[in-house]
């Protein structure tokens, strides 16, 4: 199984920062690199695929970047809905694996 | 637009089979090229994706649940469904079915569907 590692688990930020949380792969994964956010008590939305594509809907200021076996997603300007936990997920070959979450909180 | 649910027991015996369907509207779960997936979320843990099937009926599942997984689809009711047998505590997880291609992550969800193992 490919394993998907996070950083960091949590983090804590203001409204307008920049944040970046990255997530490494154990193997590579060229770009089939997807991820997500949650927030509480709902599913999971789909925000990149494909390492660096948006998502239909997702706002400009997600932004994801990486090939092989390292990525990163950043929020440009963190918003107040932005609050919530994200996942990265591969879509290399099965089983797909999740990474572990970061949470972003409220600084 | 398309939606998907989940619907089930939400409480299982331990050592009993867990039963869910996920119903897709707003569109065909025969479209070409998508698979239909079901996920899971233990309380406060992370993503575990159980397996997903392409309406032709081919599946794929995890390993480590691949021996209690069954995973079917009815494209004349527009639905696949969920079978894992011999439950435990740890299968107690809120359970999530998913659109998504081969390569792509899942871009339609289920709103998700808490099932508990308890006696």
């Known amino acids: 199984d490919i394993q998907m590692t996070q950083s960091p688990s949590s983090l804590s930020a203001s409204v307008g920062d920049r944040v970046t949380i990255t997530c490494r792969a154990s193997q590579s994964i060229s770009i089939f690199l997807n991820w997500y956010q949650q927030k509480p008590g709902k599913a999971p939305k789909l925000l990149i695929y494909?390492?660096?594509s948006l998502q239909s809907g997702v706002p400009s200021r997600f932004s994801g970047s990486g090939s092989g076996t390292d990525f990163t997603l950043t929020i440009s300007s963190l918003q107040p809905e932005d609050f919530a936990s994200y996942s990265c997920?591969?879509?290399?070959?099965?089983?797909?694996?999740f990474g572990g979450g970061t949470k972003v909180e409220i600084k | 637009q398309l939606q998907l649910q989940e619907s089930g027991p939400g409480l299982v015996r331990p050592s009993e089979t867990l039963s869910l369907t996920c119903t897709v509207s707003?569109?065909?779960?025969?479209?070409?090229?998508?698979?239909w997936g079901w996920i899971r979320q233990p309380p406060g843990k992370g993503l575990e994706w159980i397996g997903s099937i392409y309406y032709s009926g081919s599946t794929y599942y995890n390993p480590s649940l691949k021996s209690r997984v069954t995973i079917s689809v009815d494209t004349s009711k527009n639905q696949f469904s969920l079978k894992l047998s011999s439950v435990t505590a740890a299968d107690t997880a809120v359970y999530y079915c998913a659109r998504h291609m081969s390569s792509k992550g899942g871009d339609y969800w289920g709103q998700g569907t808490l099932v508990t193992v308890s006696s």
């Open positions: 707003g569109g065909s779960i025969s479209s070409s090229g998508y698979y």
């Open positions: 494909a390492a660096s």
């Open positions: 997920q591969q879509s290399h070959s099965t089983p797909l694996t």
